[in-house]
């Protein structure tokens, strides 16, 4: 009989090994025992759908070695390890026997921090979506999102030096860029890891990628491309003490060669803390508090605000008490009080922040805009429109709202932070006509082992529950409740406990929110690789003005300097041209011969237009007005328009923003 089954085999086709081989190509050929389990069948999606663009879903932030930075023992556990998920998923050694000592626990979560410290295989008490301390990136449970449809993965190599240093236990250095290239090598071990397990380097799912044609080759392959990040608080050793930097411009350049050269290619210019390149968006209530008074610690400097100029605001700032972090200040020091109606921080983009700035946009990285302030955030604005430079990212619905369109104008990406499916869903909904106006689609980013908290269950007599198993959103795999030892997660009652929960609540969101929603998300891959890829392809345009022939209708007089027009279009930011103090003033530049135009950017002075408009000529004699506004704010203006042919472009003041007249430092003209 066997003899009869061997000759069919041949004479029909491959051996049922062999054919295992071809198209079970996700299933590992070595995984360790014992180990978590997956729980989801079917292969994984490949390819790309009819109009050529790649599938799946995008978690724009995520922390996956955590667990080395703050000092390596304020993340408990780790998300892989060669001696077994029983080392892996193992507690922090103070936390034993009862958690008594887990104090970053009750700090963050209250309570007197007791728990149940056993992980493999009890899973008692963690991990859990209120737990935020403990691993939640196990490889396997990655594994499990990304059989669920997600294939991006953006790893934020994390870490804090003011928190290692005051926490009380800790196992390694505090410095951050230390910390940082060491989450980098762990992330290519876990990689190699992973491969061994599919039979050699290169074999398995989790790729690590450094540019957006590598992940969408990968993604067409039906793998997961990971790409690292940055979210530190003080990168490149770029902090303030007392309002003076301790970094200058060579250690930036040296910085974003160094992470450049790790395979970083997104970033945060400041977090959690002001830095000698930004200030940041504040914190809210008890953690608020205690970032302050870290902050304080680092800087000698609390917290600044001001009356906000305009729509946008900070968040509120912490003013619950935080007892714990708080006696950690000198005596005699404590934390101020604040105004209700000042919720905007003072600080703003530095001057060595906007020379960062432009050194990512050289370097064709993304920035991160979500937790800077709103002067750093706008002023970082400016300078990616003055070079219509694409690559900007809000990964956790941190940015100022009433901004989504300028960063979608851009071309940049948007993801929200992964909250319930009724929050999440309505939040999607409400920006979902501008996706479409642009026709982008949606992220989402968990922020796992970020100290955040994630989403809690919705009950198991919720009316329209998670019903096991369901089907993946690309109707090829089949997803059931996800299990590891002796724990068995079920989404309605555990809620977003860890990475494994992704696929269950991307199926609760479309319980809740409708499959419009979770279609969105599942466009965010190729959304997000279309800002990668055009951040890299983007070139610098060429300024028409620059050192071209300028005219204005008055010139301010000064017996030390010259304020002439032509001032403003040498390339140099240190001159300017300034005119009479008085309305209706205008500044022209002849670009010599007729081009297309289709942006000019206005590097204003102190002395700025509030109502103005730019208007286009071919023979300097009529004029049409291409651009206006009456809500000029001074700094750097973009004004874009559809294309006009022109020589001649005039800026035209109608109303001074000060006392003044109207100043320019420099005026670029750009047919892109």
């Known amino acids: 009989m066997s003899l009869l089954l061997t000759v069919l085999a041949v004479a029909l086709g491959p051996t049922p090994s062999a054919v295992s081989a071809e198209t079970d190509w996700w299933t590992p050929s070595a995984r360790p025992a014992p180990d978590a389990a997956v729980n989801v069948t079917g292969e994984p999606f490949k390819g790309t759908d009819a109009n050529g663009q790649v599938r799946g879903f995008v978690d724009a932030h995520d922390h996956l070695m955590a667990n080395e930075g703050f000092g390596g023992r304020l993340i408990c556990g780790k998300p892989f390890s060669e001696a077994g998920v029983a080392d892996a998923l193992k507690d922090c050694p103070e936390h034993y026997p009862d958690g008594s000592l887990a104090i970053f626990d009750f700090i963050t979560k209250g309570g007197d921090g007791k728990h149940d410290p056993n992980g493999w295989p009890t899973f008692k008490d963690w991990p859990a979506n209120d737990s935020l301390t403990h691993q939640q990136n196990y490889y396997a449970w990655v594994e499990r999102a990304w059989r669920g449809g997600q294939r991006v993965l953006v790893n934020d190599l994390v870490t804090n030096g003011v928190i290692c240093s005051v926490y009380f236990f800790k196992d390694r250095s505090c410095d951050e860029m230390t910390s940082i290239r060491l989450q980098a090598k762990k992330t290519y071990e876990m990689q190699a890891y992973i491969d061994k397990m599919y039979g050699g380097a290169g074999k398995g799912w989790f790729r690590i990628v450094t540019d957006s044609a590598q992940a969408r080759q990968v993604i067409e392959q039906g793998k997961l491309a990971v790409v690292l990040g940055v979210e530190t608080s003080e990168p490149f050793g770029c902090k303030q003490i007392l309002d003076i930097s301790q970094c200058s411009r060579e250690d930036i350049d040296r910085g974003l060669d160094e992470l450049h050269g790790l395979g970083v290619r997104s970033m945060f210019l400041c977090h959690k803390f002001d830095n000698a390149l930004c200030g940041v968006r504040f914190d809210e209530g008890a953690l608020g508090t205690a970032i302050n008074v870290g902050q304080f610690l680092s800087t000698g400097t609390f917290w600044k605000t001001e009356k906000c100029a305009g729509p946008q605001h900070d968040n509120p700032i912490g003013l619950a008490a935080a007892p ?55 002023r970082a604005f400016d300078i990616l429109e003055t070079e219509s430079y694409p690559g900007v990212l809000s990964s956790h619905s941190w940015m100022d709202n009433a901004w989504m369109e300028r960063l979608y104008r851009l071309g940049g990406f948007a993801t929200a932070y992964m909250s319930g499916a009724e929050g999440f869903s309505a939040e999607a909904k409400r920006t979902d006509a501008l996706r479409e106006k642009y026709n982008v689609g949606y992220g989402y980013g968990t922020d796992m082992n970020g100290v955040g908290g994630w989403p809690a269950p919705r009950g198991a007599d919720t009316p329209n529950p998670v019903r096991y198993p369901f089907r993946s959103v690309d109707g090829g ?176 003041g109608v109303q001074r923003g000060t006392q003044w007249g109207y100043s320019l430092h420099e005026v670029g003209v750009y047919s892109s």
């Open 324 to 378: 714990s972090a708080q006696k950690e200040l000198p005596q005699g020091v404590t934390v101020p009080s604040y105004a209700a109606d000042a919720q905007c921080n003072t600080r703003g983009l530095t001057e060595l922040g906007e020379y960062a700035v432009r050194g990512m946009m050289k370097r064709k990285m993304m920035l991160e805009v979500d937790h800077m302030s709103v002067k750093a955030a706008g």
């Open 477 to 652: 795999s089949v997803i059931d409740k996800q299990t590891a030892g002796q724990r068995t997660w079920d989404f309605n009652t555990d809620g977003g406990a860890q990475y494994g929960m992704v696929p269950d609540w991307v199926e609760d969101i479309r319980l809740v929110g409708g499959q419009g929603v979770v279609d969105d998300l599942f466009r965010g891959a190729e959304s997000y690789l279309r800002t990668w890829g055009s951040s890299e392809k983007h070139k610098a345009g060429v300024n028409l003005a620059a050192g071209a022939s300028a005219s204005a209708s008055s010139a301010e007089w000064n017996p030390f300097t010259s304020y002439a027009p032509g001032r403003a279009v040498d390339g140099n930011t240190d001159t300017r041209w300034a005119s009479d103090w008085s309305d209706g003033q205008w500044f022209q530049v002849d670009l010599g011969s007729a081009s297309l135009v289709k942006r000019v950017t206005l590097n204003w002075e102190r002395a700025y237009g509030k109502a103005y408009r730019i208007e286009v000529s071919t023979d300097g004699a009529n004029w049409q007005t291409a651009w206006s506004t009456t809500t000029g704010d001074g700094g750097l203006d973009t004004a874009q328009f559809n294309g006009v042919t022109a020589r001649h472009v005039r800026i035209h």
